[in-house]
């Protein structure tokens, strides 16, 4: 007896042993191809960044197509001269809360930040933000929606009309983000670069998430005057498609540097497994993935990663896949001086890390554990009780092992 005491208490011993070894000290989770444990996902609440600065000027507008009023706020650069050609980098808000038309525009200064104002204006950008005609038209031309793609180009062309502009550069949020890379992918060779944060690289499958989750946008619906997609309502599955730019067509990309975000604790824009089975940003640049959500009519369809196309033609493509594994639903995944280091050539191409917020880009390698001190993914609890679980039965083997053993003796 005293033996089966002594192997108990040492079996428990390993036990506590055991969970300790496995508490981390820092964030440690793999990116891969790991299916999630159910289609649900976490609600958090939508981070808003800090005020950024007033802007220079609020520039009005009409829109080329119905002569509707419309403007943009614009920040200058430091030193701003006239005379001479600045970059532009044009940015695009995240979604709001209604369909409604708003004379002049609305939302430019809903998402912006500090950190990309600031940067602008150090690296000699010029920085506008186009304030829509509604805060849920998500930058297509829509029949109820109105023409808020041609709305952006409008922008460009009047800033254009005041400014001598150099390139044009374009940086989008959420929503945002799914119409800088519509716009980038759709207009070959009129966008140096851009960037993308909170980013939505097929709105099924990001649609089909969200309503999964109850937090669907109504107004990408009322955009297509209430149609809803399925297999059998094309003409909005086209519209759908054609916002799907990155996910249907990569190859549009080459020549346009991609610098886009993803964040671990995103629960609008899913880039986790085991938020959902699509990763928007994973899946377009690590993974390959067949899913589709084939009950909204979106096309059979599987991925082909950016750094494959890359491999296939390495001077055709420039990127940054950025993973913050803490980084909830916000534009503080877009780090300014790192976005506008990547514009002007200073970020090499390859996949990193960051804390949340932060602007140390650490360069990482997929399948490998992230360490990022102070850190805490969405699926460390899951890998953390995984190896807990993994050495507690071994432990416990163990000592019934040697029981089994002392008892044929």
């Given amino acids: 007896m005293s033996h089966r005491r002594s192997l108990v208490r040492l079996g428990t011993v390993l036990l506590l042993v055991s969970l300790l070894a496995a508490v981390p000290t820092t964030s440690s989770v793999a990116l891969g191809p790991t299916a999630p444990p159910s289609r649900t996902g976490l609600v958090l609440a939508q981070a808003r960044t800090a ?6 000027d609020n520039e009005s507008y009409t829109s080329s197509v119905d002569g509707f009023p419309l403007s943009y706020l614009e920040w200058l650069p430091a030193g701003y001269a006239a005379s001479q050609s600045y970059p532009l980098a044009v940015f695009l808000h995240g979604v709001g809360t209604s369909t409604t ?4 525009g609305i939302g430019g200064a809903v998402d912006m930040t500090t950190s990309l104002v600031d940067n602008a204006s150090k690296d000699g950008f010029i920085l506008i933000s186009i304030n829509t005609r509604s805060a849920e038209g998500f930058y297509v031309n829509s029949p109820c929606g109105g023409p808020q793609e041609q709305d952006v180009l409008d922008a460009i062309a009047h800033e254009s009309s005041l400014r001598h502009l150099s390139h044009i550069y374009l940086i989008g949020f959420s929503m945002g983000s799914l119409g800088v890379l519509s716009l980038a992918g759709h207009h ?12 939505i690289s097929d709105i099924f499958e990001t649609v089909d998430y969200n309503e999964a989750t109850g937090s669907a946008p109504t107004g990408l619906f009322y955009d297509e005057c209430g149609a809803y997609p399925s297999p059998q309502n094309t003409s909005v599955d086209r519209v759908w498609s054609f916002l799907s730019v990155l996910r249907f067509h990569p190859e549009n990309f080459s020549g346009i540097p991609l610098f886009v975000s993803g964040g671990g604790q995103d629960t609008r824009a899913p880039n986790n497994f085991y938020r959902w089975p699509y990763a928007n940003v994973n899946n377009t640049f690590v993974n390959t993935t067949c899913q589709v959500a084939a009950d909204l009519g979106e096309p059979a369809n599987c991925t082909v990663t950016i750094p494959t196309l890359a491999k296939a033609d390495p001077s055709a493509y420039s990127w940054v896949d950025l993973y913050e594994p803490d980084a909830p639903h916000s534009t503080g995944q877009l780090p300014g001086a790192s976005v506008f280091g ?13 804390t949340f917020p932060g602007d140390q880009l650490i360069p990482y390698t997929p399948g490998t554990p992230i360490h990022l001190p102070g850190t805490t993914a969405p699926g460390d609890t899951l890998l953390l009780y995984a190896a807990v679980g993994a050495v507690a039965i071994v432990a416990v083997v163990a000592v019934a092992v040697v029981l089994a053993r002392r008892r044929r003796r």
């Fill in 51 to 56: 005020a950024s600065p007033p802007p220079t």
């Fill in 101 to 104: 038309w708003v004379r002049g």
């Fill in 188 to 199: 070959p060779g009129m966008f140096t670069a851009v960037a993308t944060a909170g980013t």
């Fill in 342 to 354: 990547f514009f002007l050539g200073q970020v090499s191409s390859g996949y990193y890390v960051s």
